[in-house]
């Protein structure tokens, strides 16, 4: 059977047409009422934002799902891990007050914050999935010990992924710093010597001190390199990936994904936001301007068909010439390879339907 992706554009004429009003009507319309029991411990899985970073999910739609699943009888926490990265989000403390400065606080969201993989990252259970490449996937403990969950993710680009929507949620977000590893292992940079003119600042960015200056140029060590990529802010451009290895990072993430809800079936509902469509990932302590026009909110029980009609309704904007786009602007064309041209952003969906994840067909229904 086709899944269904419910959608609600943001077309306001009247009060009952908020966007909030709009947040609970996909709630119903999905039936993800069906997904959480009398007393459910249902984690509200979120990227809540790096610290100068303003396009993560409002706290005010979040409210409205919080809201939602009390109704139901289920007990809301939200809930993200730690970052592999340096930034404000390394631990539990600097992760809890990055949340509540950005408003995921209790009197405005109305649930308890919990960063899942414990103070410092190492609170997380092993998951058996023996999928192509990640045999075990390292999933945060709280994740995988609640009873229900509900995955509302800002859909946008990423440098490495395509884009990022319910699945890199799933994938990249439920993991532990050390499970964030296994998937960037296939994404260590190389210096492009030529480039390279030893300013130093690929150093002071990496936060496991791989990158060291020799001979005033750069040099990564990739016993120490985890992969996360902040080196990619070289100035001068002289960091580098291998993109022909890029498919084995996504198919990695997806692998990730299928372990986050094994254990869940019929228990996990996914909400995508494309408003902000901006080119890069929250990650980042600052929000680009969006490539597309806001397009809307979906709900599906599906995280490959929520993502696979997120990106065709992304696709099926005008691009903004103003924006980080380069190419792809018209109706029709893929926006994210007109930012990133070497990532094949849909393997995510191909891959995620192959390893039984998802599908990819859906059936659009707008409420």
Not at 39 to 50: Q, V
Not at 335 to 346: A, I, L, Q, S
Request: net charge neutral; aromatic share 8%.
């Amino acid at each position: 059977m086709v899944p269904g992706v419910y959608f609600a554009s943001l077309r306001n004429t009247n009060p009952g047409q908020s966007k909030a009003s709009l947040v609970r009507r996909l709630f119903e319309s999905a039936g993800f009422e069906n997904l959480i029991r009398e007393g459910d411990l249902t984690a509200i899985k979120l990227h809540f934002g790096e610290r100068g970073n303003d396009t993560y999910v409002n706290p005010v739609f979040v409210r409205q799902v919080v809201d939602k699943v009390k109704e139901v009888g289920g007990r809301p926490f939200l809930t993200d891990t730690s970052a592999l990265y340096g930034g404000s989000r390394q631990n539990v403390v600097g992760h809890l007050l990055t949340a509540i400065e950005h408003g995921f606080d209790y009197s405005v969201a109305g649930a308890p914050l919990i960063i899942a993989d414990g103070l410092l990252g190492g609170n997380f259970v092993e998951v058996e999935i023996r999928k192509k490449h990640i045999k075990r996937a390292k999933i945060a403990g709280d994740v995988a010990a609640a009873d229900s969950m509900i995955v509302a993710s800002h859909f946008k680009g990423h440098s490495m992924a395509g884009f990022g929507g319910a699945i890199k949620n799933l994938g990249m977000g439920c993991a532990p710093p050390l499970g964030k590893a296994d998937q960037h292992a296939a994404s260590k940079p190389s210096v492009v010597e030529e480039r390279c003119k030893g300013c130093g600042r690929c150093v002071a960015l990496c936060p496991r001190s791989a990158v060291v200056l020799e001979g005033g140029k750069a040099r990564v060590d990739p016993e120490r390199c985890v992969g996360c990529g902040a080196c990619l802010a070289c100035p001068e451009g002289a960091m580098d990936l291998d993109w022909e290895k890029m498919p084995i990072f996504i198919e990695r993430i997806v692998e990730y994904a299928f372990g986050a809800v094994l254990g869940k079936y019929g228990r996990v509902g996914f909400i995508n936001f494309v408003i902000n469509v901006t080119p890069e990932c929250d990650c980042l302590p600052w929000s680009d301007a969006p490539i597309v026009p806001d397009v809307g909110i979906l709900a599906s029980k599906d995280p490959v068909a929520i993502d696979a009609a997120s990106l065709d309704l992304v696709n099926a904007q005008q691009g903004l010439r103003s924006s980080a786009l380069r190419s792809h602007f018209g109706k029709g064309e893929e926006k994210f390879k007109g930012v990133w041209p070497k990532v094949d952003g849909r393997l995510q969906t191909s891959y995620g339907e192959e390893i039984g994840l998802g599908s990819s067909r859906y059936r659009l229904i707008e409420i």
